[in-house]
């Protein structure tokens, strides 16, 4: 299985980025797919699962209404759209396989290599 992550970056605060993930090694869709970032010196924290059928999403309230996550399975695609970007959202954002929670992320294992996101002014 390997997980590759793109589209990081610096952003002010309020902008947007969107962040992919490629999977190979694995059937795209056979999973949920998750969304988790980590920030200096602080736990993997989850932002956003997407069901394996694409057809249901859960998101960590502080992203509610800002990121999107989002699946192209003809891609082996994995999305994630940010927007209205805050300095909190600073982090290496990783894409995983497997479902997560408020309570629970994929262990390192399953993740991708991260991609850094920094939003200041």
């Known amino acids: 299985v390997q997980l590759v992550e793109s589209g990081g970056g610096w952003v002010q605060p309020g902008g947007s980025l969107t962040l992919s993930c490629v999977g190979s090694?694995?059937?795209?869709?056979?999973?949920?797919m998750t969304w988790l970032r980590r920030a200096p010196g602080k736990a993997p924290e989850w932002v956003s699962t997407?069901?394996?059928?694409?057809?249901?999403?859960y998101n960590e309230d502080s992203v509610k209404g800002r990121f999107t996550i989002s699946t192209d399975n003809s891609r082996n695609t994995l999305y994630l759209q940010m927007r209205s970007l805050r300095p909190e959202d600073t982090a290496a954002y990783y894409c995983?396989?497997?479902?997560?929670?408020?309570?629970?992320?994929?262990?390192?294992?399953?993740w991708g290599q991260g991609t850094q996101v920094t939003v200041s002014s």
């Open positions: 997407i069901s394996k059928y694409g057809d249901i999403t």
């Open positions: 090694g694995f059937t795209f869709g056979s999973s949920d």
């Open positions: 995983a396989l497997g479902t997560g929670s408020t309570w629970y992320v994929p262990g390192p294992e399953f």
